[in-house]
């Protein structure tokens, strides 16, 4: 049974660009979330989708965006890329408000 | 609104114990805790559901006061493999919010 799958590993972006991140939950979830995480910091939520509908938000400009699909599957896009979104975004998938199962996660580097 | 963790980090050799508490100024129903190792994501540990509830993992165990809006994890005898940086994780809505983490670092 896979796990949570992320792609792409690593990404390198300018400012200004747009970024789209993939994640894939685990088997029999329905519930996806995103997180960033700064070196040295604890995840910070970005949303949750449920239903093919964002069900929660956390403190991020609109310029974060996602997408739920039938099979559950999510994406996260970024678009007008600043230095400070560089970092580790995690997808962690769930059944319900279970326990949160993570991805390997997505390193992106601005410059 | 996130939780607030201590200590920050902590050193300790093999064998010795450790606390690391997680308070919360909202509600908590429920608290989540995961470990992650450098370069690794996020694993959960547990959570805990009810308030005054205690559960265990091995030698890892945590406690839940409702009331006092708090968690602690308590590790006992400590091993090699305990070292990671640990979070508490919160749900008040549907979101669970993360602490800072408290890196744990086990010296032989």
């Known amino acids: 049974d896979a796990g949570v799958t992320q792609s792409p590993t690593h990404l390198i972006k300018t400012r200004g660009q747009q970024v789209t991140l993939r994640c894939s939950p685990k088997s029999g979830h329905d519930t996806v979330s995103w997180y960033q995480q700064a070196l040295g910091q604890g995840p910070q939520f970005i949303f949750q989708y449920y239903e093919e509908e964002e069900r929660q938000r956390g403190n991020f400009p609109d310029r974060f965006s996602g997408h739920q699909f039938p099979n559950y599957s999510s994406e996260l896009n970024v678009n007008a890329l600043l230095l400070g979104d560089s970092a580790l975004y995690l997808c962690?998938?769930?059944?319900?408000?279970?326990?949160?199962?993570f991805g390997s996660g997505t390193q992106l580097s601005v410059l | 609104q996130q939780p607030v963790q201590s200590p920050q980090a902590v050193i300790l050799r093999e064998g010795e114990d450790a606390v690391i508490n997680c308070s919360s100024s909202k509600a908590l129903y429920s608290v989540h805790w995961y470990r992650q190792k450098h370069g690794e994501a996020p694993v959960f540990l547990m959570i805990?559901?009810?308030?005054?509830e205690q559960k265990g993992h091995d030698k890892i165990s945590a406690s839940f006061n409702e009331k006092k809006q708090q968690s602690s994890l308590y590790l006992t005898a400590s091993q090699l493999s305990y070292s990671g940086t640990y979070f508490c994780g919160t749900a008040v809505n549907n979101d669970m919010r993360f602490g800072a983490g408290t890196r744990l670092t086990v010296k032989p």
């Open positions: 805990l559901l009810k308030g005054g």
């Open positions: 962690a998938s769930s059944l319900g408000r279970g326990k949160l199962f």
